[in-house]
């Protein structure tokens, strides 16, 4: 598996840093911002790290779809 900064893999699952989210996928910060403080996302933290699975990651590119649609 290839790395990039910013991301790892915990029990099978991989990991996005939750500041580095804008710039890997281009939403803007204030959809980031909006989707963790609704509770769409779960954050988590590791080692002093705020981290959102990948899947989550996918589920806030749709959010941001259905939000502008």
């Known amino acids: 598996m290839k790395r990039t900064p910013a991301t790892f893999v915990s029990n099978g699952r991989e990991y996005v840093a939750l500041s580095n989210v804008t ?3 281009g939403i ?12 769409y ?3 988590r933290q590791f080692n002093g790290c705020k981290v959102i699975s990948l899947a989550d990651v996918f589920r806030m590119l749709d959010y941001k779809v259905g939000g502008e649609a």
């Open 23 to 25: 710039h890997l996928t």
């Open 41 to 43: 996302v779960t954050v």
């Open 28 to 39: 803007a910060a204030h959809i980031v911002t909006d989707a963790v403080s609704t509770g």
